[in-house]
Every structure is written in C-alpha cells, then in structure tokens.
C-alpha cells in the first residue's frame, strides 16, 4: 500500500456492523426466534447475571426468566419493539434479584436480547418521561427559526444528560460536517468546526439511520466477545446493526480519544430518510446515560426531525417571496415574446436576480445570449459539452466547478459557481447562471488532511489526527453556494417554461386544425361544383352547337357571331372548370413519395414541352448537377411544367434563355433542403403583382397576349410545393428577368 492510496474513506470499508464484540455496559443474548433457545452470549454474564456462558447456550430463555417476562419478550418480538423498548426485566439470583431493562430487536431468524444493569428502581413511568420532554417540544416548535430551534436542542439535552458538551452538527452536500449549535462548559468552542466527510464514514452514517441514538459509555472498554464467535444459524459474524451494545470501531475509539472524550451519545437527526446531521455529546470521563434518559433524548431528536422541514421552509422566506414574482413575470415576457431565446433575453439582468448570479447565458444550437459576466461562448460550447451528460432532472449545479471540471481553472473569476438548465434537448435549449469566485476560509477541526502515520517499522497505518485545534483552510475556486430554493426556483422556472411553450404549441395546433378543417371544406367545395358544374356547361355547349347547325341559316351574321361567342366561352369556361378540379384534386391525393433525379425530370419536361411549341428558339441551361430528392415524380414534373413554360412564354427578349439549378449549399446547411430555381430573362413581375400571380386565375396579361392561359399554373405549382412542406418565392425586376425559387421539405429549424 502507498501513501497515495491510504486515506480515511478506507474507514468506509471496515465492516462495523459485525464486530464480534460488544461493550461490556451490558449483556447480550442472541436468541433462536423460533425456539426461544439461547444461541450466542456475550463473554460476561458471569459478571452480571451469575452465569457461565456455556451453561446458557442452548438453554431455553424461560431458564433465566420466569413466564411471565417470558411471554413479554415474545410478545415484544412479535410487536412493534420499538415502540415496546425498553421492557423492565428481572432475573432472581439466589436471595437477590437482578433487574435490567431488557432491548429487543429482531434480524431475521435471530432475536437479540441485550440486557443493561438498573441503576435505578422500576420501570420509568410514562408521565414522567411525558414531563420529561413536553416542555422541551413546545421549544422546538415555538423556535421561530433553525438555529434557534438547535440552540434550544443542545441545552434540553445537556440539561438532561449532564454531558460536558452538546452540540448539532450538520451533514452538507460533500457530506463533510459543520457544528451549527453547541452548549458546552468546556473552554475551547466547537462551534463552526467542520469536519471532513471521513470523520464519519459511509456505513456508519447507514447505521445512523436505522438506529437513532448510539451510546459509548466508556471509550477505554475492553470489549466482550461473544459465544460462540459465529452465529450457529448461520456460521456467519452475528448482525449487530441494531445492538445497542454494538462495540466501536477501534479507529473511532482512537478518534475519541485524540479528541480527549470518554463517553459519547449521538442522536440521528433524519430528513426524508436522509441523515441530516446529529445531535453529538461529549464528556471526558465515563459516562453512563439509562435507558429511559436516552429514550427521551432520542424522542427529541425525532420531534426535531419531524421540525427540520418547516424550519427550513421559513428559512429566506423573504426571498423566495422575491423569487416567486421574478418568475411570474418571466413567464409574462415569455409568454408575450415570440421567439423563446428573444424572451429570455428581454428580462436582462432579471434573469441574474432569479438565483442571485453574476452571470448567464441563454443558449441554443447556434447562438448564445450573454447577460453579466460570462465566459467567452468559445469557453461555453465546451463547458456545455461537459456538463450535459452529469445533468440531473435536467439540473447541474456546483459551487466548485474548477474542482471538478480542471479546464475551467482559467474561468473562475467569473465561473466558479455554475448551475445550468436544460430547457430542451432536442432544440439544444440551455440557460446557464454563473457565479463569481469567493475566496474562504474553513475552520477544520484539526487538519483533516493527514491520516496516514508511518510507523517505526516503515509500515503505514490508517489513523485519526491527533490535533482537533482549529486549522484554518483558504479555499479558491469556489463561489457562494447555490440555496437550495434558488435551485427550486429553476426547476420550477423549466416547467413554467415548458407549459408556455406548450400552451403556444397548442393553440398553434388548434389554428392549424381549424386551417386544415377548412381547407378541406374549400377542396371539397371546389370538387363538387367544378365537377356537377361540368355537366350543364356542356349541355349548353352542344345546344349552342345544335343552334348553330339547325338555326345557322336562318341567323343573321350578327347571330352567328355571338353564337360562336357563346361556345367560345363554353369552352373557356370548360378550361377553367377542369383547372379548378385538377386543383382541388392536388388537395385530395396522397403523394406518392419516390426518389426523383431532377436533372432527367427536367430535360423529359423540357423535351415534351419544346414539342408543343417548336418554333420558340430558347437556350436552356440545365445544372447538370441538379440533385436527386425524395418527391412525388408527377407532381413535381408539373411544377417545373408550369414554371419553364412561363419562362418560355413571358419573354420578349431576342436571345431568350431559361436557366434551371439549385442553390448550393454551406456545410451547416448539409441537412436542409435544396433550393431549386428556374431563372429566366424575360419580361419580369412588377413588385406589387408579384404575390397576387399565385392567387387562382389571376393573370397579369390580356388572354391572347404571351401565348395565353387560365392562370391556375402558379396557383397549382405553390399547392404542390406546400404539400411537400417546402415554399416558393420569387426574385424579379422589370424588363431583366425573374427566378421562381422553390424548397420540396421545411427546413429544420
Ligand atoms: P398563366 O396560365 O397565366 O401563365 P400562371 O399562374 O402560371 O398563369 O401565372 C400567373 C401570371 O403571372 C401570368 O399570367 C403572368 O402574368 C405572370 N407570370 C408568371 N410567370 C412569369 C414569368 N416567368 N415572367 C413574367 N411573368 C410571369
């Protein structure tokens, strides 16, 4: 073993629930549960009930108690021991009798028995115990705040123990221990001593929590061993997690000593099936503390327990008032912003007073928003990086973050406290509060860092200091630490957020369903009346037609003219009719998706266009590199149908050209997708006409002008173009020429 790999969490792995061992204050007794047949006892009943200890195993316990105390015991086991402890038991020893208040817990098949000697007469009686601690539970409840409440804790029970020294010692987050209260006659103070987390390591503070209250009368005890070594049920090292006579660990024992005290009690003190910290007492000679003492002890520490709670609550009552509204009126502007990162950024320095930092920045996947002193956003990404995996209930705090996360050594003038708020990870939405660095000084009791001695023989031992003296620590890197209802205080804010932003998302969907309702009403309407309109236009087409065949003769050529007239418009209005259907059947039909390679749509629609008008001479300049995409190959093809053949026909120009492409594309905007265009130098679109050309039937132009058309061409293209989810728009200017530009999917955003 090194020095290096030696320190005090070693302690963490000394098994001190099966020590073997008890202290001698008492005897213990394990017990078959079934058979009520004495298996294992301590090495010293001779002692204190007249016994060898071999002449007890294997004994009933009706051999040393009468039926009576017999059935209590089992009663007890069968019971709720706890609340039935300590019961008052008698062993008769020749003319004497021996009495004891007898323990009893139970773990698995094995019942322990531990017997402690009266020191005084009779059981102790229910309404002096309720004197005992009314009083002091109306204290612990009329203390208007925690420290009061402690203060009155320590000197109730030094009150009632007689111990030299109490004290309340408190358990933060890096599990080191502060002692917040004490009353003492000794001359040197504890008080703001704190101790490092090794002091009391980790399966002790397990045992703490199941057992409430731990005495050591005597810390120079020889310790009593019991027999046999093993439990016989199970040939394992007896439990004694719940043994009240539990023997100490030899480090602690020397932890004791170094520190001059003889006999200790501690008292757990449990928030939310956590330990919270303890009630210590100190004396420096042996100590002994009855049964119903310490019953009384350990109820007050439950009452204080039970009171942790409500006495944090009211601790900063008057600050969390002050948060509270700073949140509502964060929603309020968040609520009214239209874009979330925009409305964070309008509460400014509001967004500091929030949790009481220096600092915050407002993220998302591609920008940042600074508010007071922050690190550089190139220190950001990085930081953000590291502290996403170690999130938790999408939270993080530290008030050390170059203790844990080295490179931010340079940034903890303005970053040594970080508490950070994932908002969404999808979006990449964070919010980050920093804190400056304080420079501080810990009070240790004693230097907790040096536990390793070399001996004599230059081997190492693990050993407790010796020097409990004050010993002062400057501590960088660090910032105030966040309170706990500034870190409520976030989470809170995450789900306020989070239901603005889903309020938006809701009414947005509820306009979108109302959109697509009547969207759907208007295709539905337009089908049916184009279609049953269909029918009687075509009856008065033929009987104008029957008119003209029967009736021409007798017509004058003023007739005639109009009557041709009329099936002109008949077949004018067929035209329309069929555009308007084809249109709202785009709105009907599932697309068929496929991959579609744009540059042969293009050349097969160019081909088949140029048929039908050979004799325009245009130069067509097709990107060769013109992408493949996933689309509904029709549709599509009708698309750059319709927009090449307006850039064919709205041209004036001697050499007239039509250029079809894309936009190329950054590298951060690998995954949107392509912009396509058809660019032409033809006539161009006035500014204030170039929204009204979508709009069904609209034409710019007299009907025989520019190769005519219905004016559905543009309508159609936008709807196919929208139902892929993309858009289009234009770019033109009078007389030079316009590009329609189109996107086939939405952008990510
Ligand atoms: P049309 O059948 O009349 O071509 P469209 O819906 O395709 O119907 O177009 C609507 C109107 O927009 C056209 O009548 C024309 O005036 C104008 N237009 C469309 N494309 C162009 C273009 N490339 N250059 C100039 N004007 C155009």
């Known amino acids: 073993m090194t020095v290096q790999s030696v320190d005090l969490t070693n302690c963490d792995r000394e098994p001190i629930h099966i020590p073997g061992l008890i202290q001698p204050h008492g005897v213990l007794l394990a017990i078959n549960f079934s058979t009520l047949e004495i298996i294992q006892v301590s090495d010293n009943t001779v002692k204190s009930l007249g016994h060898q200890p071999e002449d007890l195993l294997g004994k009933p316990l009706s051999d040393l108690f009468d039926s009576k105390q017999v059935d209590t015991i089992q009663a007890c086991l069968n019971g709720d021991f706890e609340s039935l402890n300590p019961l008052d038991l008698s062993i008769k020893r020749q003319s004497k009798t021996l009495r004891f208040d007898g323990i009893v817990h139970r773990c698995d098949e094995v019942a322990l028995l531990e017997l402690e000697p009266k020191k005084t007469k009779g059981k102790a009686d229910f309404f002096d115990f309720y004197q005992q601690v009314k009083g002091v539970i109306t204290k612990i409840q009329k203390a208007a705040t925690m420290q009061q409440m402690c203060q009155v804790v320590v000197q109730e029970v030094r009150k009632f123990t007689g111990f030299e020294r109490v004290m309340i010692y408190r358990f933060d987050e890096d599990e080191t221990g502060i002692v917040i209260a004490e009353d003492t006659n000794q001359e040197i103070p504890y008080l703001d001593l704190r101790y490092p987390a090794s002091d009391i390591p980790k399966q002790a503070r397990q045992l703490y929590t199941s057992n409430w209250l731990r005495i050591i009368p005597n810390a120079n005890y020889e310790p009593v061993e019991l027999i046999p070594k093993e439990n016989p049920l199970t040939n394992q090292p007896l439990d004694l997690s719940l043994s009240v006579l539990r023997s100490v660990s030899p480090i602690h024992l020397e932890y004791l000593q170094n520190m001059g005290v003889v006999a200790s009690m501690s008292i757990s003190l449990v928030q939310e099936q956590k330990l919270w910290g303890l009630i210590a007492c100190h004396h420096s000679t042996a100590k002994y503390i009855p049964y119903s003492v310490r019953a009384a002890c350990e109820f007050i520490g439950q009452v204080m327990s039970l009171e942790l709670a409500n006495k944090e609550a009211s601790v900063d009552q008057d600050y969390k008032m002050q948060l509270k509204s700073l949140q509502t009126r964060f929603v309020e502007t968040l609520s009214q912003a239209e874009y979330f990162l925009d409305g964070i950024a309008q509460m400014g320095s509001q967004m500091l ?44 705090h530290t008030r050390s973050l170059p203790h844990l996360y080295p490179q931010a050594e340079s940034l903890k003038a303005v970053a040594s406290g970080v508490l950070a708020l994932e908002i969404s990870r999808i979006h990449q939405n964070y919010i980050v509060w920093f804190r400056k660095e304080v420079l501080q000084t810990v009070n240790w009791g004693g230097n907790p860092n040096k536990p390793v001695e070399v001996k004599d023989d230059g081997s190492l031992r693990l050993s407790p200091r010796k020097s409990f003296a004050l010993w002062q620590q400057t501590v960088s890197g660090c910032s105030l630490p966040w309170k706990d209802c500034e870190i409520a205080a976030v989470a809170e804010l995450r789900s306020l957020i989070v239901g603005v932003v889903l309020r938006q998302a809701d009414e947005l969907a509820s306009m979108n369903m109302e959109l697509q309702r009547s969207n759907e009403e208007l295709d539905s309407f337009a089908y049916v009346a184009s279609h049953d309109l269909k029918e009687p236009l075509r009856g008065i087409h033929n009987y104008a037609n029957f008119l003209m065949e029967d009736y021409g003769d007798i017509l004058n050529e003023d007739g005639v003219a109009k009557l041709q007239t009329l099936v002109k418009l008949t077949q004018r209005m067929e035209n329309l009719i069929n555009s308007l259907l084809h249109f709202s059947r785009l709105g009907r039909a599932e697309l068929m998706h496929q991959q579609v390679n744009l540059y042969e749509l293009v050349q097969q629609a160019i081909a088949t266009l140029t048929m039908s008008r050979p004799q325009d001479q245009i130069d067509f300049r097709i990107s060769q590199a013109l992408p493949i995409v996933e689309c509904d190959r029709a549709q599509v093809n009708e698309v750059f149908t319709n927009l090449i053949s307006n850039a064919m026909k709205y041209n004036d120009k001697q050499d007239k050209w039509v250029e079809i492409g894309f936009v190329p594309k950054t590298r951060k905007q690998a995954t949107d997708p392509y912009t396509l265009y058809v660019r032409d130098n033809g006539i161009g679109i006035p500014q204030e006409h170039q929204e009204k050309i979508f709009q069904i039937f609209r034409r710019l132009h007299g009907r025989e002008e520019y190769g005519g058309g219905n004016g559905a061409g543009l309508t159609i293209a936008r709807k196919i173009v929208e139902r892929h989810g993309g858009k289009i728009w234009l770019e033109s200017t009078l007389n030079e020429g316009s590009t329609f530009y189109f996107t086939l999917a939405a952008e990510e955003i």
Do not use: H, M, Y
């Open 353 to 396: 007073d929030l949790v009481n930092a220096t600092g915050a920045v407002i993220c998302n996947s591609d920008r940042c928003i600074s508010i007071g002193e922050t690190p550089k956003e190139t220190e950001i990404n990085p930081l953000l990086d590291w502290i996403k995996p170690q999130l938790q209930d999408n939270l993080f």
